[in-house]
């Protein structure tokens, strides 16, 4: 039973910590929230069942398409939704802006795609006798994407110029600029990536999830809870607080039942927000006058 | 073909008719079209059931005009999409019964916009068929109009019940359902008529849907002794785990429940075709198959279809068949007993006995607007889906 | 009381409220007369679009006023639908009858809009967007779960109103009574002094803490008639609907709300009253469409976003597209300070002892003494960095310094309070002009007369006299100072088409309206010509001798040797010289390190 609710709670709770880092790399490179997390989520799906199962595309070919839609995607995002409102952050007309954008591409989901859970494909034939068999595919699957997300990101943001360049915008975009790096650039490659990593999360979890329309709303708040709880623009606090999300939401299930494991969840969520707005792990931001 | 989605505005304002007054027939020449709402949900989540429906009910259409229609009037359906949206169903029923003055309504199809059309027609006196399973949507008192054609709740859970405690012969049994309306408060009516039978409910929950993992639940059910699994709800996501997780753990144990274990949508979200092995959904023994062949009835029908080449192998027999007896029903009300709104209601309370439909046999009284009769509701095995129809589950005498 | 109150017409012009009372009067004959049609299709149609309107009228408060984004108010229906259904099914306990059960979920909204809406005062924009969600994903669960009041997922039948708002056309002209009446309150809320310090808090946050005004109360009002109204809309929904099982509240209804409320424009009613009537009789018209509606929905919300952030209101507001006059003048008339000032007694003065602030391991102010006088200008100068400003922002209560004291005359200024000074008549203006872009110039600047106002919330939202009292005196009182300043030619222009100059002078009449003892200035001059500045310094100079102590934080050197009575120099955080400009303009290192002459 325990072991039940960990490989599914640490399964989930990965796709749950890969959403959150979404919106953290979307946030470091613009100060945005955007409600797209979720939807690339669904989104990475969906799309890998399209390509995989309908289209009859081998499971490496898919993947990589699917990181590629969602790249475009988060570029997408960045022109349509983002740039145009930054100049005016302080009326915080993008939590709008996204929030418009991801309803139109559900809905377009949903009547394309229908509303209808579908089933998505086994991506790795593994024999079923071998080791690697002992855990299901689907289990390690969203743990590997996470593990190898937020190494690459470690190695990415230490390691390289570009990656650098990011966390300097993250800092103060205006002395950033001044310096002369190219903010709008290395803001849309950010978004890119965010698309990368949202795709991701969904194509790894969507053995679990299944390719559905309606994930994308789910994602977009079990995706944003590490964040509010992990502290904004943290990657460690969102793969924590994913995984002991996704752990908590298992074992609620499994100890009080369906409803009122939902209605943990969220009251928890509301409670810590409103005892630690910054989060359990991140630190009181400084005024703006 | 003569459904319209929406027929353009007729000009009422000079009657006199005010909103709670009887709808008489209306004043117009005896060659005008015969209307009649119908309330599907087309478009939106869980549509399947009423696009398969109204294949049925457009083709009854079709057949009465073409054979003289309704004493030579047409008869006009007057299609409204719901999208499962309540508040949908609710304007359309006052458009229906204000705006185009119909005979009568078929529908709505969806328990969820029937329980807040039935109360809006009632208050305009219009008389109305509908399929839908809640139990209180039929009230002879508070809604002397309404009448269904199909079986209620208790009488879907009681055939589920019947074929897990009498036929199959088990006494322990695992009732779980999803936390939608209807999957809480079909769960919350068999659990307690099971256990009046004598059964022992050994486990209940209600789980969210959108849980990916049921294992903990179906361990709970196994360490609890069950020796029956009864799922209720319609969402193929949640059945079709259950089955693959009973597939993953071998645990042997039959699945009976709700009509949708047998959906198209189910099978494909299997893990493997076996999975589908030991399931029961409930279905109704007028639209399955005893040893290989359709009961007398249906089987005519089937020819008719195939004649006609209307597609069925897509969706299910019975809900083309129930799409036909609607529509039939409704047309040979209005031949015998002409549009007005007390003389179909008295048709139907004096003269509906025993009426041969496809889907099911409607027997109706003055004291009770439920028609379908216990015995026809089975159990079918739902991996023997063949052009829309299932075998009748094993143990039942034929 | 004055010569020029009496001359300029002074009309309440918020986005266009008079010129909107046409349109609500059309509205209100065309919804009267509506039953004539006896088609009680349209009439359903129209009862939705006010119930629907009922809600938005409250929310449009929070959102098109406050700011907040508050997108799961569709909970605060849910709630108000299941008490009134419950109740006047005798759910709980006796049955109660419908009209009071209906103000029991009206009273139940009250308490959960501001449960739900209090979060805002702590939370980030985005946050409090998913705390929303997350609270009405928890009420529909709970209803799915506490089967003995709500029915469960089987759900409970609305409530039906008696005579004389029975089901028909009786119940139609209750949900038009009570829309009126939601528009009436929320309009009278929008056009007071209320209304005005929410769009304050929306778009100029610390100028409305500067002007005294307390979120935390405000918002508590807000969320409560919000909450209110949402639960009344709940009940007649309820009944409308005739059942309600929680599978009817869904999210994309909120989406509806929200949107229309955007589509409409912030900071307007009859803007979102518009949008909602459209949205909800759309998809009844445009049937092909009805599938792709969300999708609509959402379209249009991106493009209102993008392209029209002003909605509907925008685009009727016709007066602010009358071209202005090109080459105006601001001339200051200080011969009216007598009029906007209170003369202040004896001395008085706002005193810093060795207040010391560091920003991470920088240190803004190191050991600052300073004393701001009453009557006296006092300049403070200094290289960029040197914290001019940050010594400003410890005055008006924006920063905590690590030690020190601030005292005024001779009592301790708490810090970290900036929403109290103005209560001690202590006013100020920014080094970028914070306004309200969407509000006329004397609606910014009555904002600043906030504190003066006496009507309670109540009398406000019912307009009742000494709410119209406060009214006429604060717009009398901000053409005195519109008129001192030299802007009250542009009055009724909507703030965001004002050059830069005459936003400056805009935040000193703002300021004025505190009717200061002392007034902080934060670079005044950036940005204006030779000609206005000289005019500035004669206005500031007239402030100061009616006894106002003034701190002028400058870079136009001139400008503080030609006014200031005392000046200080800062450098790296700390004193580097104080006396008169004739003192200052001497001193060596000064001289060196700053006037660079």
Same mark, same amino acid.
């Given at each position: 039973?325990?072991?039940?609710?960990?490989?599914?709670?640490?399964? &989930?709770?990965?796709?749950?910590?890969?959403?959150?880092?979404?919106?953290?790399?979307?946030?470091?490179?613009?100060?945005?929230?955007?409600?797209?997390?979720?939807?690339?989520?669904?989104?990475?799906?969906?799309?890998?069942?399209?390509?995989?199962?309908?289209?009859?595309?081998?499971?490496?070919?898919?993947?990589?398409?699917?990181?590629?839609?969602?790249?475009?995607?988060? &570029?997408?995002?960045?022109?349509?939704?983002?740039?145009?409102?930054?100049?005016?952050? /302080?009326?915080?007309?993008?939590?709008?802006?996204?929030?418009?954008?991801?309803?139109?591409?559900?809905?377009?989901?949903?009547?394309?795609?229908?509303?209808?859970?579908?089933?998505?494909?086994?991506?790795?034939?593994?024999?079923?006798?071998?080791?690697?068999?002992?855990?299901?595919?689907?289990?390690?699957?969203?743990?590997?994407?996470?593990?190898?997300?937020?190494?690459?990101?470690?190695?990415?943001?230490?390691?390289?110029?570009?990656?650098?360049?990011?966390?300097?915008?993250? /800092?103060?975009?205006?002395?950033?600029?001044?310096?002369?790096?190219? /903010?709008?650039?290395?803001?849309?490659?950010?978004?890119?990536?965010?698309?990368?990593?949202?795709?991701?999360?969904?194509?790894?979890?969507?053995?679990?999830?299944?390719?559905?329309?309606?994930?994308?709303?789910?994602?977009?708040?079990?995706?944003? =809870?590490?964040?509010?709880?992990?502290?904004?623009?943290?990657?460690?606090?969102?793969?924590?607080?994913?995984?002991?999300?996704? &752990?908590?939401?298992?074992?609620?299930?499994?100890?009080?039942?369906?409803?009122?494991?939902? =209605?943990?969840?969220?009251?928890?969520?509301?409670?810590?927000?409103?005892?630690?707005?910054?989060?359990?792990?991140?630190?009181?931001?400084?005024?703006?006058? | 073909?003569?459904?319209?989605?929406?027929?353009?505005?007729?000009?009422?304002?000079?009657?006199?008719?005010?909103?709670?007054?009887?709808?008489?027939?209306?004043?117009?020449?005896?060659?005008?079209?015969?209307?009649?709402?119908?309330?599907?949900?087309?478009?939106?989540?869980?549509?399947?059931?009423?696009?398969?429906?109204?294949?049925?009910?457009?083709?009854?259409?079709?057949?009465?005009?073409?054979?003289?229609?309704?004493?030579?009037?047409?008869?006009?359906?007057?299609?409204?999409?719901?999208?499962?949206?309540?508040?949908?169903?609710?304007?359309?029923?006052?458009?229906?019964?204000?705006?185009?003055?119909?005979?009568?309504?078929?529908?709505?199809?969806?328990?969820?916009?029937?329980?807040?059309?039935?109360?809006?027609?009632?208050?305009?006196?219009?008389?109305?068929?509908?399929?839908?399973?809640?139990?209180?949507?039929?009230?002879?008192?508070?809604?002397?109009?309404?009448?269904?054609?199909?079986?209620?709740?208790?009488?879907?859970?009681?055939?589920?019940?019947?074929?897990?405690?009498?036929?199959?012969?088990?006494? $322990?049994?695992?009732?779980?359902?999803?936390?939608?309306?209807?999957?809480?408060?079909?769960?919350?009516?068999?659990?307690?008529?099971?256990?009046?039978?004598?059964?022992?409910?050994?486990?209940?929950?209600?789980?969210?849907?959108?849980?990916?993992?049921?294992?903990?639940?179906?361990?709970?059910?196994?360490?609890?002794?069950?020796?029956?699994?009864?799922?209720?709800?319609?969402?193929?996501?949640?059945?079709?785990?259950?089955?693959?997780?009973?597939?993953?753990?071998?645990?042997?144990?039959?699945?009976?429940?709700?009509?949708?274990?047998?959906?198209?949508?189910?099978?494909?979200?299997?893990?493997?075709?076996?999975?589908?092995? $030991?399931?029961?959904?409930?279905?109704?023994?007028?639209?399955?198959?005893?040893?290989?062949?359709?009961?007398?009835?249906?089987?005519?029908?089937?020819?008719?279809?195939?004649?006609?080449?209307?597609?069925?192998?897509?969706?299910?027999?019975?809900?083309?068949?129930?799409?036909?007896?609607?529509?039939?029903?409704?047309?040979?009300?209005?031949?015998?007993?002409?549009?007005?709104?007390?003389?179909?209601?008295?048709?139907?309370?004096? $003269?509906?006995?025993?009426?041969?439909?496809?889907?099911?046999?409607?027997?109706?009284?003055?004291?009770?607007?439920?028609?379908?009769?216990?015995?026809?509701?089975?159990?079918?095995?739902?991996?023997?889906? $063949?052009?829309?129809?299932?075998?009748?589950?094993?143990?039942?005498?034929? | 009381?004055?010569?020029?109150?009496?001359?300029?017409?002074?009309?309440?012009?918020?986005?266009?409220?008079?010129?909107?009372?046409?349109?609500?009067?059309?509205?209100?004959?065309?919804?009267?007369?509506?039953?004539?049609?006896?088609?009680?299709?349209?009439?359903?149609?129209?009862?939705?679009?006010?119930?629907?309107?009922?809600?938005?009228?409250?929310?449009?408060?929070?959102?098109?006023?406050?700011?907040?984004?508050?997108?799961?108010?569709?909970?605060?229906?849910?709630?108000?639908?299941?008490?009134?259904?419950?109740?006047?099914?005798?759910?709980?306990?006796?049955?109660?009858?419908?009209?009071?059960?209906?103000?029991?979920?009206?009273?139940?909204?009250?308490?959960?809009?501001?449960?739900?809406?209090?979060?805002?005062?702590?939370?980030?924009?985005?946050?409090?967007?998913?705390?929303?969600?997350?609270?009405? !994903?928890?009420?529909?669960?709970?209803?799915?779960?506490?089967?003995?009041?709500?029915?469960?997922?089987?759900?409970?039948?609305?409530?039906?109103?008696?005579?004389?708002?029975?089901?028909?056309?009786? *119940?139609?002209?209750?949900?038009?009574?009570?829309?009126?009446?939601?528009?009436?309150?929320?309009?009278?809320?929008?056009?007071?002094?209320?209304?005005?310090?929410?769009?304050?808090?929306?778009?100029?946050?610390?100028?409305?803490?500067?002007?005294?005004?307390?979120?935390?109360?405000?918002?508590?009002?807000?969320?409560?008639?919000?909450?209110?109204?949402?639960?009344?809309?709940?009940?007649?929904?309820?009944?409308?609907?005739?059942?309600?099982?929680?599978?009817?509240?869904?999210?994309?209804?909120?989406?509806?709300?929200?949107?229309?409320?955007?589509?409409?424009?912030?900071?307007?009613?009859?803007?979102?009253?518009?949008?909602?009537?459209?949205?909800?009789?759309?998809?009844?018209?445009?049937?092909?469409?009805?599938?792709?509606?969300?999708?609509?929905?959402?379209?249009?919300?991106?493009?209102?976003?993008?392209?029209?952030?002003?909605?509907?209101?925008?685009?009727?507001?016709?007066?602010?597209?009358?071209?202005? !006059?090109?080459?105006?003048?601001?001339?200051?008339?200080?011969?009216?300070?007598?009029?906007?000032?209170?003369?202040?007694?004896?001395?008085?003065?706002?005193?810093?002892?060795?207040?010391?602030?560091?920003?991470?391991?920088?240190?803004?102010?190191?050991?600052?003494?300073?004393?701001?006088?009453?009557?006296?200008?006092?300049?403070?100068?200094?290289?960029?960095?040197?914290?001019?400003?940050?010594?400003?922002?410890?005055?008006?209560?924006?920063?905590?310094?690590? !030690?020190? !004291?601030?005292?005024?005359?001779?009592?301790?200024?708490?810090?970290?309070?900036?929403?109290?000074?103005?209560?001690?008549?202590?006013?100020?203006?920014?080094?970028?002009?914070?306004?309200?872009?969407?509000?006329?110039?004397?609606?910014?600047?009555?904002?600043?007369?906030? +504190?003066?106002?006496?009507?309670?919330?109540?009398?406000?939202?019912?307009?009742?006299?000494?709410?119209?009292?406060?009214?006429?005196?604060?717009?009398?009182?901000?053409?005195?100072?519109?008129?001192?300043?030299?802007?009250?030619?542009?009055?009724?222009?909507?703030?965001?088409?004002?050059?830069?100059?005459?936003? %400056?002078?805009?935040?000193?009449?703002?300021?004025?309206?505190? %009717?200061?003892?002392?007034?902080?200035?934060?670079?005044?001059?950036?940005?204006?010509?030779?000609?206005?500045?000289?005019?500035?310094?004669?206005?500031?100079?007239?402030?100061?001798?009616?006894?106002?102590?003034?701190?002028?934080?400058?870079?136009?050197?001139?400008?503080? *040797?030609?006014?200031?009575?005392? +000046?200080?120099?800062?450098?790296?955080?700390?004193?580097?010289?104080?006396?008169?400009?004739?003192?200052?303009?001497?001193?060596?290192?000064?001289?060196?390190?700053?006037?660079?002459?």
């Amino acid at each position: 039973m325990l072991e039940s609710i960990l490989s599914y709670g640490l399964a &989930v709770g990965a796709v749950y910590a890969l959403i959150g880092i979404t919106y953290n790399v979307m946030f470091s490179a613009s100060r945005v929230f955007s409600f797209t997390a979720g939807m690339l989520g669904m989104l990475g799906g969906v799309l890998g069942a399209l390509f995989i199962d309908k289209l009859g595309m081998n499971a490496i070919l898919g993947f990589v398409l699917v990181l590629a839609c969602g790249a475009l995607l988060g &570029v997408v995002t960045e022109i349509l939704t983002v740039r145009p409102v930054l100049k005016s952050i /302080e009326q915080h007309l993008y939590v709008l802006s996204t929030l418009a954008f991801a309803l139109m591409v559900q809905q377009v989901t949903a009547i394309e795609w229908g509303t209808d859970a579908q089933p998505f494909p086994a991506l790795i034939p593994i024999d079923p006798d071998s080791i690697l068999a002992i855990i299901d595919q689907k289990f390690w699957l969203p743990l590997l994407a996470c593990i190898v997300t937020i190494v690459g990101l470690e190695f990415l943001y230490r390691r390289t110029l570009i990656g650098r360049a990011f966390l300097a915008i993250a /800092e103060d975009s205006y002395a950033a600029r001044a310096l002369g790096l190219p /903010e709008t650039g290395l803001r849309m490659a950010s978004f890119a990536l965010a698309g990368v990593i949202g795709a991701m999360a969904g194509f790894t979890g969507a053995q679990m999830l299944l390719a559905y329309f309606g994930n994308q709303p789910i994602l977009s708040f079990y995706g944003f =809870v590490p964040v509010a709880l992990g502290g904004m623009g943290s990657n460690r606090g969102a793969v924590i607080g994913g995984l002991a999300l996704g &752990v908590f939401q298992q074992a609620a299930n499994f100890l009080v039942g369906g409803i009122f494991a939902a =209605v943990a969840v969220f009251a928890v969520f509301i409670v810590v927000l409103l005892l630690r707005p910054e989060g359990l792990a991140g630190a009181a931001t400084a005024r703006r006058v | 073909m003569s459904i319209k989605r929406r027929t353009v505005l007729t000009g009422s304002a000079a009657g006199v008719v005010s909103l709670t007054s009887s709808l008489a027939a209306p004043a117009i020449a005896q060659s005008d079209p015969i209307r009649v709402g119908y309330l599907p949900a087309l478009t939106g989540p869980s549509s399947s059931t009423g696009v398969g429906i109204t294949r049925g009910t457009e083709l009854a259409v079709d057949v009465i005009n073409k054979s003289g229609g309704i004493n030579g009037r047409k008869l006009e359906m007057i299609v409204r999409d719901t999208q499962s949206d309540p508040t949908k169903a609710v304007n359309a029923v006052a458009e229906l019964t204000q705006r185009q003055k119909v005979a009568a309504i078929w529908g709505p199809l969806n328990s969820g916009e029937a329980l807040a059309a039935t109360p809006l027609i009632a208050r305009d006196k219009v008389p109305m068929l509908h399929p839908c399973w809640v139990d209180s949507l039929i009230d002879v008192k508070k809604y002397p109009m309404a009448f269904r054609m199909a079986p209620t709740n208790t009488q879907v859970g009681k055939g589920a019940n019947h074929y897990v405690f009498n036929v199959l012969k088990l006494k $322990k049994v695992a009732v779980v359902s999803d936390t939608t309306g209807y999957g809480t408060s079909s769960a919350n009516t068999y659990v307690p008529m099971l256990k009046a039978m004598g059964a022992e409910v050994v486990y209940t929950n209600h789980v969210d849907a959108a849980n990916p993992d049921l294992k903990p639940e179906l361990l709970r059910m196994q360490s609890a002794g069950a020796q029956a699994i009864m799922p209720w709800s319609v969402n193929a996501g949640f059945l079709s785990r259950i089955l693959n997780t009973r597939g993953a753990m071998g645990w042997d144990v039959p699945v009976v429940g709700q009509t949708t274990l047998g959906s198209g949508q189910t099978k494909a979200l299997l893990d493997k075709p076996e999975n589908w092995n $030991k399931v029961y959904s409930n279905n109704f023994r007028n639209c399955c198959y005893v040893n290989g062949k359709l009961p007398p009835r249906a089987a005519e029908y089937v020819e008719r279809l195939k004649k006609d080449k209307i597609e069925f192998a897509d969706t299910l027999l019975w809900w083309v068949a129930l799409g036909w007896d609607g529509a039939m029903m409704m047309a040979e009300t209005l031949k015998a007993a002409g549009p007005k709104n007390t003389d179909m209601v008295a048709y139907w309370n004096n $003269k509906v006995k025993g009426w041969p439909g496809i889907y099911g046999t409607v027997t109706w009284t003055p004291e009770e607007h439920n028609g379908f009769p216990d015995e026809d509701v089975v159990m079918c095995e739902v991996n023997s889906l $063949k052009d829309g129809a299932f075998n009748i589950a094993p143990g039942y005498s034929s | 009381m004055t010569d020029i109150a009496a001359t300029a017409p002074v009309r309440t012009s918020w986005l266009g409220r008079l010129e909107g009372k046409l349109s609500w009067i059309l509205l209100g004959l065309v919804g009267l007369a509506l039953p004539l049609l006896d088609d009680s299709y349209i009439g359903v149609i129209a009862q939705r679009a006010y119930i629907y309107w009922v809600l938005s009228a409250g929310l449009n408060l929070v959102v098109g006023y406050a700011g907040q984004i508050a997108i799961g108010w569709v909970s605060m229906l849910t709630l108000g639908a299941y008490t009134t259904a419950a109740l006047a099914a005798g759910r709980v306990g006796p049955e109660w009858h419908p009209y009071l059960a209906l103000a029991a979920g009206g009273l139940m909204g009250a308490v959960f809009g501001v449960i739900v809406g209090l979060p805002a005062l702590r939370l980030r924009t985005f946050y409090f967007a998913m705390t929303t969600l997350a609270f009405s !994903t928890i009420v529909t669960q709970v209803a799915l779960a506490w089967k003995d009041v709500t029915g469960g997922g089987v759900g409970t039948p609305g409530p039906v109103f008696p005579w004389p708002f029975e089901p028909g056309w009786g *119940f139609y002209y209750f949900c038009f009574i009570l829309a009126a009446l939601a528009t009436w309150v929320t309009a009278n809320i929008g056009s007071s002094r209320y209304g005005r310090a929410l769009v304050a808090i929306r778009d100029a946050e610390v100028a409305a803490e500067a002007s005294g005004i307390v979120k935390a109360r405000l918002f508590t009002l807000i969320f409560l008639l919000a909450g209110a109204l949402g639960g009344v809309a709940g009940g007649l929904f309820a009944s409308l609907q005739s059942y309600i099982t929680p599978e009817a509240f869904t999210f994309e209804m909120s989406v509806l709300f929200f949107i229309a409320i955007l589509i409409g424009g912030r900071g307007s009613i009859l803007g979102p009253a518009l949008a909602t009537i459209i949205l909800t009789a759309l998809p009844e018209f445009a049937a092909p469409l009805v599938q792709w509606s969300t999708f609509l929905y959402a379209a249009l919300l991106l493009a209102i976003v993008l392209l029209v952030p002003g909605g509907i209101a925008d685009m009727l507001d016709f007066k602010n597209r009358r071209p202005l !006059t090109l080459h105006r003048e601001i001339v200051p008339r200080t011969e009216l300070l007598s009029r906007v000032l209170d003369r202040t007694d004896g001395r008085r003065a706002i005193v810093l002892r060795d207040i010391s602030l560091h920003f991470g391991g920088v240190r803004a102010i190191d050991g600052l003494d300073l004393e701001i006088r009453s009557g006296e200008v006092h300049g403070l100068i200094g290289p960029n960095g040197s914290g001019k400003t940050t010594t400003l922002n410890v005055i008006s209560g924006y920063y905590t310094p690590k !030690t020190g !004291t601030l005292q005024l005359d001779g009592a301790d200024l708490p810090f970290d309070q900036p929403q109290v000074r103005a209560n001690r008549r202590i006013a100020r203006t920014f080094q970028t002009p914070r306004l309200v872009g969407a509000a006329s110039v004397l609606e910014n600047v009555m904002i600043g007369g906030t +504190v003066h106002g006496h009507a309670s919330f109540t009398e406000a939202m019912l307009s009742l006299p000494r709410h119209k009292r406060d009214e006429r005196v604060l717009r009398e009182a901000a053409m005195q100072a519109l008129a001192t300043v030299g802007l009250e030619s542009l009055a009724e222009v909507r703030a965001d088409r004002l050059q830069h100059s005459e936003l %400056r002078f805009m935040e000193i009449a703002r300021a004025l309206m505190l %009717r200061p003892a002392f007034l902080m200035l934060d670079e005044p001059a950036a940005g204006l010509s030779a000609e206005e500045i000289r005019r500035l310094g004669d206005l500031i100079k007239a402030i100061s001798r009616e006894g106002v102590g003034v701190l002028l934080v400058e870079h136009h050197a001139d400008l503080i *040797f030609d006014i200031c009575d005392r +000046v200080t120099v800062l450098n790296l955080g700390k004193m580097l010289a104080a006396g008169t400009p004739n003192e200052i303009r001497s001193h060596r290192e000064v001289v060196s390190a700053y006037l660079g002459a």
